[in-house]
Structures are given as structure tokens and as C-alpha cells.
């Protein structure tokens, strides 16, 4: 049976995030993922996790400018001491929360860098990241996002990071996989789980095109599922979807697809 977890950063949002582990409880989530959690105290977030009795799976690593339209922290070889400035900040919200898993944002393109050496930098950094959280027993893992909704990201498919991590310096990073932004690039979700599965370490999901919850679009994600249960994937997927409602009139897919 699939392990679902809800993305803090998304759901429930009509409430502050200390107040969204408890919520998340209630609706019959074990586990729950926050993509940026450093505006809040980690002991307050710790403590609000552990009274709601759920499981801190993943946290992103502070990815600089990138979500304000900049070209972030993990591509930028101006950036690379801001990069490493990072990682003992995920560290500390990891250990405080839990949380076994971070994961880096790949970032944009810089203006006046090339996408050959982006992806060098991007890949010492991840490499320098897993060297970093491997003594922690915390896994690395990088995520390909769709270039619609963040033009200019320098990982945009499966195939793409597959291919960064080719690099023997990265073999133990992790492939996180949203099946949303797949579905945003045209890919064969079907196909890029079979080949891919022994590598994905996360899954995280939402309807498309609008990105909100299972049944608000066109993704069979129901016979995704499927093919997980099938393939004997072990993983959390993680629900990070904009519900189109209220949270708790969202998850009507919870049962039905569990």
C-alpha cells in the first residue's frame, strides 16, 4: 500500500504552519513535507510536528532568490560559498524536525553562464551536499521542475537529471519526481517509472494543468498509483497541490486512491 504525505507548504495553508501539522493529523496524514520551513523557529515547528503526531519526511535546502524569479543558489558559480552557507541551515531544520530527506532546487540559468557550466556547478554542489548530509544518515535528492511555470530552470525532466547524476560524484543523490511537472513537460509518466523507479527516492503529485487536487484535472493519477503498488515502489508520495477549496474538501481522493 502507497505512504501519501501532505505538503505543508500547499495544504492547509488557511492556517499558520505551526498549526497545519495538527490539521494534516486530522485528515489522516501520518507524514507531512515542508518545502521552505526557515520562517518559523525549528524547535516551534519541531514541537508542533511531534504534539500532532506526525512524521517530518522532507525539507529543501534554502534555495536563495530562486522562488522570487532569480536564478538561485545550486547552478550559480557566483554563488557557491552561499550554497555551502546553506546546507548547515537545512542541517539544523533537518535534525530539529526529523526530516531524513532534503532536497536541493536545481535554480535558472544565470545570465552570462552557459548551461554546460551550470550543470558542472550543479552537480559539485550536490555532490559536496551529499558528502555533507551522509554522516547525518540524511539523503540528498534534486528535483527536475517544469520550465512553464519557472522558465529558464536547468532541470526540467527525468532524463535530464538522470543524466547529472550519471556523474559518479553524485551516485548517491536521490531523484525526487513530481509527476505534475512531468505531465507539464509531456512526459510518459508511465514509462519514466519503470525506467527510473530504482532511483526515485520521493514522489510528490498534483493534478494538471491547474495543479490542484487529484479529479480537478486531466492526470490519471489513479492508474500512477497503480503502477507504484505494481512496481513495489516504498517511497511517501507526497500530495503539494494548490487545493482548489478549503483543504479538508479537497481530500476526497485520500480514501479513494489509498
Not at 550536490?126 to 520550465?147: M, Q
Not at 497503480?226 to 517511497?235: H, K, M, P, R, V
Request: glycine share 8%; charged share 15%.
Amino acid at each position: 500500500m502507497l505512504k501519501f504525505a501532505a505538503n505543508l507548504s500547499l495544504l492547509f495553508a488557511e492556517l499558520p504552519l505551526p498549526q497545519r501539522f495538527a490539521a494534516a493529523a486530522a485528515a489522516g496524514f501520518p507524514a507531512v513535507e515542508i518545502q521552505f520551513p526557515y520562517d518559523y523557529p525549528a524547535d516551534v515547528l519541531a514541537t508542533a510536528a511531534q504534539a500532532a503526531g506526525v512524521q517530518v519526511i522532507l525539507i529543501n535546502v534554502p534555495a536563495g532568490d530562486l522562488m522570487q524569479g532569480g536564478a538561485g543558489l545550486a547552478g550559480h558559480p557566483a554563488r557557491v560559498a552561499e550554497f555551502a552557507a546553506a546546507l548547515p541551515v537545512a542541517l539544523a531544520y533537518a535534525q530539529a524536525l526529523g526530516a531524513r530527506m532534503v532536497n536541493v532546487l536545481p535554480g535558472r540559468l544565470p545570465a552570462g553562464v552557459s548551461r554546460a557550466q551550470a550543470l558542472v556547478v550543479l552537480a559539485a554542489n550536490l555532490a559536496r551536499a551529499a558528502d555533507y548530509f551522509r554522516p547525518f544518515g540524511i539523503r540528498v535528492l534534486c528535483e527536475p521542475i517544469n520550465d512553464l511555470d519557472m522558465p529558464g530552470l536547468l532541470l526540467r525532466t527525468a532524463d535530464e537529471l538522470a543524466a547529472l547524476l550519471a556523474d559518479g560524484n553524485c551516485c548517491d543523490v536521490g531523484m525526487q519526481v513530481d509527476l505534475y511537472h512531468m505531465a507539464r513537460m509531456q512526459q510518459d509518466i508511465p514509462a519514466l517509472l519503470r525506467r527510473y523507479l530504482p532511483a526515485i527516492a520521493h514522489i510528490q503529485f498534483a493534478d494538471a494543468p491547474g495543479r490542484g487536487e487529484p479529479g480537478s484535472g486531466a492526470l490519471p493519477l489513479a492508474q500512477y498509483f497503480a503502477l507504484l503498488g505494481e512496481l513495489g515502489y516504498t517511497g511517501w508520495c507526497a500530495a503539494e497541490y494548490r487545493p482548489t477549496a478549503r483543504t479538508q474538501d479537497t481530500l476526497h481522493w485520500l480514501s479513494e486512491l489509498a
